[in-house]
Nanobody, 120 residues
Framework: QVQLVESGGGLVQPGGSLRLSCAAA????????MNWHRQAPGKQRELVAT???????NYADSVKGRFTISRDNAKNTVDLQLNSLKPEDTAVYYC??????????????WGQGTQVTVSS
């Protein structure tokens, strides 16, 4: 059994910053890619940022230069630093990780989501 637990969401003014964290726990053998997605009201869930096990990063065009994804392989965590936040960044943010469990199979796991609201 594997769980991803997110933290760090909240209410912030435009131009402000937040840091989201996601920790994976359970019967983990290894973790491949780790990702952050978001879903705004009435919109489809979108991929925001991804980081490979080796540290290669990719970002959605809408967040490039403002968001930074990082991971700690020893702690099985992935963070997302959100800077220069805009009202359109308001969404529920989800982490997702491709995890190899002790049965040697890879599966995708999702966190429960954390709300980010950008408003004055």
């Amino acid at each position: 059994q594997v769980q991803l637990v997110e933290s760090g969401g909240g209410l912030v003014q435009p131009g402000g910053s937040l840091r989201l964290s996601c920790a994976a726990a359970g019967s983990i053998r290894s973790i491949a890619a780790m990702n952050w997605h978001r879903q705004a009201p009435g919109k489809q869930r979108e991929l925001v940022a991804t980081i490979s096990s080796g540290g290669s990063r990719n970002y959605a065009d809408s967040v490039k230069g403002r968001f930074t994804i990082s991971r700690d392989n020893a702690k099985n965590t992935v963070d997302l630093q959100l800077n220069s936040l805009k009202p359109e960044d308001t969404a529920v943010y989800y982490c997702r990780a491709r995890i190899q469990t002790t049965d040697l199979l890879y599966r995708d796991y999702w966190g429960q989501g954390t709300q980010v609201t950008v408003s004055s």
